[in-house]
T-cell receptor, first 114, second 105 residues
């Protein structure tokens, strides 16, 4: 399934670095999502965008800054992260009503903060 | 948010049916029940969803209790490729720990 792509697949960054994660969906969907999956914790919804507008922010620290320039692209800008932010970051997209209709997930970016 | 209870793990033999239970006793009347699964080293994959009636698709069947406080995902013939963590999600995509399904040859 290559409907949702994420780059890079792996990223190692220091706490003072600035980096960005990229997600692209080729499915013509209107909603896009960022999730975080830490070891031994459930998948956590971070942000929801619908038609480029942010509709949900689940109390995510400001060191994570999302950007959605159009319905096909979603970025997650990272700065001054902490080691506990190391996790798998997953992007997803869906058509129709956000958080109701079927979501398609990308393969994720494995982030390590040193 | 609806509270969800699923067994931590289950085992099945290959080519046998599997019934994965989920309790969601605090579900609201308008919440859909979604099931996703996550294979090792992959992002979650949609399996099925429903509101009140039982649902079937090419991957599985979803049986929803009349009071909607529980549901069961049914894999009709488990294969080795069905080994994954299965998530039951009532409402708005709050994932729990899920059920880890092991399929034995």
């Amino acid at each position: 399934e290559t409907g949702v792509t994420q780059t890079p697949r792996h990223l190692v960054m220091g706490m003072t670095n600035k980096k960005s994660l990229k997600c692209e969906q080729h499915l013509g969907h209107n909603a896009m999502y960022w999730y975080k999956q830490s070891a031994k914790k459930p998948l956590e919804l971070m942000f929801v965008y619908n038609f480029k507008e942010q509709t949900e922010n689940n109390s995510v620290p400001s060191r994570f800054s999302p950007e959605c320039p159009n319905s096909s692209h979603l970025f997650l800008h990272l700065h001054t992260l902490q080691p506990e932010d190391s996790a798998l970051y997953l992007c997803a997209s869906s058509q129709g009503t956000p958080l109701v209709d079927e979501q398609y997930f990308g393969p994720g970016t494995r982030l390590t903060v040193t | 948010d609806a509270k969800t209870t699923q067994p931590n793990s289950m085992e099945s033999n290959e080519e046998e049916p599997v019934h994965l239970p989920c309790n969601h006793s605090t579900i609201s009347g308008t919440d859909y029940i979604h099931w996703y699964r996550q294979l090792p080293s992959q992002g979650p994959e949609y399996v099925i969803h429903g509101l009140t009636s039982n649902v079937n698709n090419r991957m599985a069947s979803l049986a929803i209790a009349e009071d909607r406080k529980s549901s069961t995902l049914i894999l009709h013939r488990a294969t080795l490729r069905d080994a994954a963590v299965y998530y039951c999600i009532p409402g708005d995509m709050r994932f729990g720990a899920g059920t880890r399904l092991t399929v034995k040859p």
